[in-house]
DNA sequence: CGCGCGATTGAAGCGACTCAACGGCAGTGG
DNA sequence: CCACTGCCGTTGAGTCGCTTCAATCGCGCG
């Protein structure tokens, strides 16, 4: 979702044929390996009607898609991480959310024909892309593309749903303590070190995310730290208890500074 | 997604067969009426394949579905109000949003199989139940259908996106001026005051879905009937100053300083 | 009628926001 | 090569607003 170990890899292989698009005759495989990335099992991935997938690179720093604009497709993540945002009117950016290899970004655009958000890359990223007009064509579906997609906009549901959850505690630290374990959950599923990684996002970004000042979450890591429940030097953290990190996610509503002393 | 102006008619013939769910002779009648209700056209409907669609019926304060609960199906909202939560272990719940006519509910539960959050009743409703077999069948798929379904998804990854729009505004009033401002578009695309609606869910549910304290809630309602904004009598709300309500909405947190966003 | 629940209002404390200053680091251009 | 300039990250101090605890009122319901 957001993190790696410093491996995310550019070996397999990106060369694009273009400035943009890679296509042509690697279409084919590009939809075999995007069904292999997103877990489908690839059977019949051979007997597919042409739905052409497209590849793209998109350098950090470098905006995949803008907000507002007029839609062309959805995007699965083949590696990099993005990160998602609304742009207020007074120019404040409200993070929507981080998303990383094997997730989708774009999708709210289908209702509209606009991207409701941007998407810009946290580090240097490539992307499949599926055209709109090829995911609401009537004809010639892929079966197996169908389902692909419907898991994976299930999936950033879930997601976008966490969200609420981190934004809902009251507390700063609780809101940091449950990123960090989400984070941690995300590298875990992805087959990665689930104690230690690297952050991808900047602090205002989290911030953003958490719905706090960017002040507060300084203060926050350095509350999580002097609790001795993670190390953090840099965008390198290390989780150092994991049972106590779990345990002050619990708290919602009521702060978590604990207070033995009940008034009496 | 939330309102109505005390119309809601239970006219056009609920009436379910069994105790939970209709179906027979009437299935293929539901499909084409879901396709309508969800703005589909459509062309085809009668020569669609066999995809059953079956209706069911919830009083108020009845759940749809539970939290964690084995997914069976998604839900078209056909009519009422439901809110969707997740209960945290110290029992707190976290209202993640409120649907309504023409909303889908429980999508989340396809990539897991289980349902990330419960849905209750506010008002006596109805809805069309989409099995998630059927949903992911390979053969004798519904082409109309699965447009209605993806851009119902869309449409739902807006609404969370929203969510954190509204959780994102600092002061407390400008939330509720947010959630109110959303409630009356809501009402306008569905066609009826976008001036005066009435409340389906309590001040708690409110609370919880703004991410504050429910007293809170109660202070701000204060202030905006206050600042000539509103009225608010128990649950019927009408909006004496658009112009006014909206502009209080623009207040997010302090401007983000440009940063990235290098060339597009 | 009494009970419970929703809603409102008051009082007090504290936690986060805001403003501000500082050090470190990278990119840039003289 | 090194000042210069942003940006990121941290830390400090003060104010404000929300949370929390508490009491009260109205209303529906058994």
Redesign the interface.
Known sequence: MSTSNGNSQPSDSPKPNGPFWSGGAAERNALAELLYLMGSDARGADALPAVPILMRIVRE???LF?EGAQAEAIYFIRAGTFKTF?T???????V?GFAGRTELVG??????GHY???A?ALEDSSVYALLLRD??S??Q?N??L??T??????????R??E???V??AVAAEVKLARFFVHLSDFMRVAGQSALTFHLRM?R?DIA?YL?V?HETISRAIAALVNLQLVSVHARDVQIRDMRGLQALC????QPVHDSNARHA
Chains 1, 2 share one sequence.
């Open positions: 720093g470098n905006t803008a609304r207020a009117e007074d120019g404040y950016e409200q929507l999708f709210e655009s289908l209702s509209t409701a958000s941007a810009v995911l609401l009537v004809g579906r079966a197996g169908d389902r997609v419907l898991q994976a906009v299930s999936r950033a549901m879930v976008r749903g969200l609420a959850g934004m809902s900047s205002r953003s719905g000042a619990g708290g919602t509503r």
